[in-house]
């Protein structure tokens, strides 16, 4: 009984022995099976997408993945985070024991004044920041008295005690990003003029950029996400390409600085600064001097004034890395803002990128920047603008992650990275164009319907000062825009041009010869503007669906200083005019903001901006097809009807603005307005002054 019972409890021991090591074989197996790459998670494979340069059946590319699990590189973050950590608390306890050696050699020293202290070094107006690292002070004192400050002989008279004997009017640093903000009534009479001068050259406040650091740092704005991707080893070398025509000083050396310091140098080639044929003295030899030590950085002047699309194509010519990466001269770049851009080149020659353009202020220059969700793809209108827009939904439903790069119908053209292989075979830049505006179109409609892909890279970061005004003198006598915008709409719009054309009644005026890059076009096999409109921007209001287009002419006359004249709908519909009234204006006939279409759905709009009627005043609100406030009938009686409130659009009695009535069909409710587009047929000639 005993030996059976025994047996038993063997068994049982045996059995429950056999399971345990049976289910630590079977944990074992799958601790050991490969986990996703977190580049596995960010670019899945997708085969229905890639392309070829050239290849009209163009798709979108893959990144390689990298040959490391997520758990080792958990580990190896950790670890790195740790090591940071203690960086960082060893650096700050070191600045802690230098303050307070500086301190203590302060109390019995006489301190002089601070315009004795701190010198002018060149044209340069320096004031010090308040406890920056020697590395911070490059650029703003000599080399001498950052000398002697480290050694303690100098003190700021604010550097006892944190605080200046008479306190200033700003923050003094930007680090980190931050701006300066300047009251300028505080300043001194020959301060402010300096304040007044940077303005009035620059359209920013150069002044306050004076006041920083030549190598500020920059928070890293980059999403979490994308501090985790590990690009490839071998990214191909860049040419960073910089025109500059008078620019502002501190802010150019700025842009070269932040290239040379937030880049792995291996990847910088060279960076090429192209002289517009600049007048002021520091931009002539001071600049040689300065960038003389870099090695890498060299300038190309321009004989002539050319303007940013010639100089650009100076700047190419001479490039010899594999990619060209072309910046504005008013740029900082963030912390890893090249190597996302390399790694979809490498991925493929076709692929032409774009980074988030962040914004530096031109009040204060402060860093502003948005995350990968709140980005924003370039589009256009049919004013041939550029603009920006929400990335569509159907390109958010493509990605598994909201950094991954997307894809964008236009670029905004000041801040791109392209093959120098792919640039040359696309045909590089219209020659034929001048100065600046619509190449950035061009290129961007050549892009894609000549088998390349144009893309937003989410995890590159670069911040611009965005100008109100340009501060520089073009040529008068010609509309340089609309030349070129003429150009590219002859070359790569088809029979949509018209709808560009309709906006100046078709005085399309003199844009050169275009043979040439009709040919290039025939060449490359590209596609037909009304694919890229199906494909790659369905997005965008074609006029086409128009059921009424041009201006809006009331049958009554309108009351303008004291004349009786034809009075027409006027109003802009860019973001500044949104929300504020719509006005009355004589009848010009040369569209522009009297050019309105009349949408299938009922909506009175201009590219994004409609009419709009909330009950208070006819005004300009963004167009959101969800009719409602938007909705308007155009009437046989020529009456345009308000479908929630019921009322007509009426000339005031005093002729001078539009205001909602009941209906009554007088002529202060009669609109003049064309019902259909002119035929595809009725086009006109090109220009008689073309070449």
Known sequence: MFRKRSSIFLKLIIGFG????????TVGIFSLEKVDTVAEVLNPRNENWGNKAGDTSNKIPFLERPDIDRLRFQDAMKRDAEEEMQRVKGAEEELQRRDEERRMRARDRVVPPFKDVFKQQTELQVIPNVGLAKSQQTGLIDAQTQKCIDEGLIVPKWNIDKEPMAKPSMNWTGEQGQGINIIKENLSPEERKKFDDGWQNNAFNEYASNLMSLHR???????????????????????????????????????????????????????????????????????????KPFGKVKVVRGKKREGLIRARLLGASVATAEVLIFLDSHCECAMGWLEPLLDRIADNKSNVVAPIIDVLADDSLRYQYSSAKSTSVGGFDWNLQFNWHVIPERERKRHKSVVEPVVSPTMAGGLFGISREYFEYLGTYDPGMDIWGGENLELSFRIWMCGGILEQVLCSHVGHIFRHRSPYAWRTGTNVVKKNSVRLAEVWLDDYKKFYYERFNFDLGEYGDVTARKELRRKLNCKSFDWYLKNVFPELFVPADAVATGEIRCKALGSFNTKKEPACIDSPVDKNAHNKAVKMWPCHNQGGNQHWMLSATGEIRRDEGCIDYAGDFVMIYPCHGAKGNQEWVYGKDNSLRHVNTNKCLTLSEDGTKPVMEPCTGIDRQIWQWRRKPPPTSSLPPPSSKSR
């Open 18 to 25: 056999v399971a345990w090591m049976f289910l630590l074989a």
């Open 217 to 291: 740092s920059l928070p890293d704005v980059r999403d979490a996400e994308c501090k985790s991707i590990k690009y490839r080893e071998k990214l191909p070398s860049a040419s960073v390409i910089i025109i500059f025509h008078n620019e502002a000083r501190t802010v150019l050396h700025r842009t070269v600085q932040s290239v040379l310091d937030r880049s792995p140098p291996h990847l910088v080639k060279e960076v090429i600064l192209v002289d517009d044929f600049s007048t002021f003295e520091h931009l002539k030899q001071p600049l040689e001097d300065h960038i």
